[in-house]
């Protein structure tokens, strides 16, 4: 989405988050490109885009830690963060990119890191969500926005996880 941070990380040539985020404002859908965007290039709108994207910062862009193979464009996934963890969001052209080297080994290290301190990793292409934890990746399928992922657990340890509906607030 062309934005920069404070760190000294810029976004460059990369685009992928205008193709991956959904982007509610322009009832754009996860994973289709934005009508706005050039990619490789930039925002046709920049000056006038969307709060939503103004906004965003890919983890990538923030994280000094993450170094230039993590960059979007190049690992073709771009990491986010929720209020229950990571989240791999895959390009859809490219969806075992993350198992490549160097990023599985290390998203397999958050998992276990994760487990010991209640925060998921999961990796998304399109709508299909793939729980990873220390044992084992759990396929969730296709998950909604109605729907969210409730793990079953033992101790801190995932043995169990599936996708429940969540059932809408109660008007007044
Ligand atoms: S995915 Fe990250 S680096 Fe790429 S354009 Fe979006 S914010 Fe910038
Ligand atoms: S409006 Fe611009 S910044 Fe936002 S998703 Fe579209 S191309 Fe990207």
């Not at 490789?40 to 170094?67: H, K, M």
């Not at 052209?93 to 487990?115: C, K, M, Q, T």
């Amino acid at each position: 989405m062309t934005s920069s941070s404070d760190t000294s990380k810029r976004c460059g040539d990369c685009t992928l988050c205008c193709k991956v985020m959904e982007i509610e404002q322009l009832a754009k859908p996860a994973h289709a490109w934005c009508p706005h965007c050039r990619p490789r290039q930039g925002c046709t709108i920049y000056q006038d885009r969307p709060a939503e994207c103004r906004d965003f910062s890919c983890l990538w862009l923030v994280n000094d830690l993450l170094d230039e193979a993590w960059q979007p464009s190049r690992a073709k996934f771009v990491l986010t963060t929720s209020e229950d963890g990571i989240e791999v969001r895959c390009d859809p052209g490219f969806p075992d990119a993350w198992r490549r080297v160097p990023y599985y080994a290390e998203i397999r290290e958050w998992a276990v890191s994760g487990e010991q301190h209640d925060v998921t990793v999961i990796v998304i292409t399109g709508r299909r969500v793939v729980l990873i934890t220390p044992e084992r990746e759990f396929d969730l399928g296709e998950v909604g926005p109605d729907e969210r992922i409730v793990r079953e657990l033992e101790g801190t340890r995932v043995v169990d996880a599936r996708v429940v509906r969540v059932d809408p607030p109660v008007e007044p």
